[in-house]
């Protein structure tokens, strides 16, 4: 069963406009990581966050955390035609080692 | 460093017949996993092993799939015999230990049963 649930299942933007994508869970974690999947490809890893952390940078790409609410948003600044992918949001299952993946968001980034 | 590599990249077969694929992880990697992705929805992951250990096999369709990982590095994945509903991404990942951590993944094998 899917833990994860990506809010909006698709995004469409401007080139140059930030792009935020949310996602809830349901049980207690140990990270929560963020993965890109372009279309035909298999998915890359972009950024992990800890369950004591709350913020966390890479780059052109801010996600936080909030575990009292169970929720996670990945917020890409800047957005390139090149960013036109899937997001999937993975939950490290606190007590298992495993990942959760949710459906993830469908980003389209218009020239 | 060399990626996940898996074969085929795509595989059409009829349903009732048999299919398998193959993987090999990253060099060093532990943890390898197997994933179902269909179309518009997320990876379901269907077998976990550590080393040639089975760790998680809870969502694996065992009565037609089955899975192993000889001598802890490459792995294969059968489905026996295959149904319309197994029309599917398979893709394979690995990590350096299983404890939550990244998971570095293949291209994987999209398969299409008519």
């Known amino acids: 069963s899917q833990q994860g649930e990506e809010d909006p299942q698709a995004l469409s933007i401007q080139e140059g406009e930030n792009a935020t994508m949310n996602c809830s869970y349901k049980?207690?974690?140990?990270?929560l990581q963020w993965y890109r999947q372009n279309s035909g490809r298999g998915l890359v890893h972009l950024i992990l966050i800890r369950s004591n952390e709350r913020e966390k940078h890479s780059g052109r790409l801010r996600v936080t955390l909030d575990t009292s609410k169970k929720s996670s948003s990945l917020l890409i600044t800047a957005s390139r035609a090149a960013d036109t992918a899937s997001y999937f949001c993975?939950?490290?299952?606190?007590?298992?080692?495993?990942?959760?993946f949710g459906q993830g968001t469908r980003l389209t980034i218009n020239p | 460093e060399a990626g996940v590599a898996q074969s085929p990249r795509y595989k059409i077969i009829e349903k009732r017949q048999s299919v398998a694929f193959w993987c090999n992880p990253i060099?060093?990697?532990?943890?390898l996993y197997w994933y179902q992705q269909i179309l518009g929805q997320g990876p379901k992951l269907l077998i976990q092993f550590q080393n040639n250990g089975v760790v998680d096999d809870s969502q694996l369709p065992k009565d037609r799939f089955s899975a192993e990982r000889l001598k802890g590095v490459d792995s294969t994945l059968k489905i026996q015999p295959a149904k319309l509903e197994d029309s599917a991404v398979y893709l394979c990942a690995s990590s350096f230990s299983g404890s939550n951590g990244e998971q570095y993944f293949g291209p994987g094998t999209r398969l299409t049963v008519t």
């Open positions: 993975a939950t490290g299952i606190q007590g298992a080692q495993k990942l959760v």
């Open positions: 049980t207690s974690i140990n990270n």
């Open positions: 060099s060093g990697h532990a943890t």
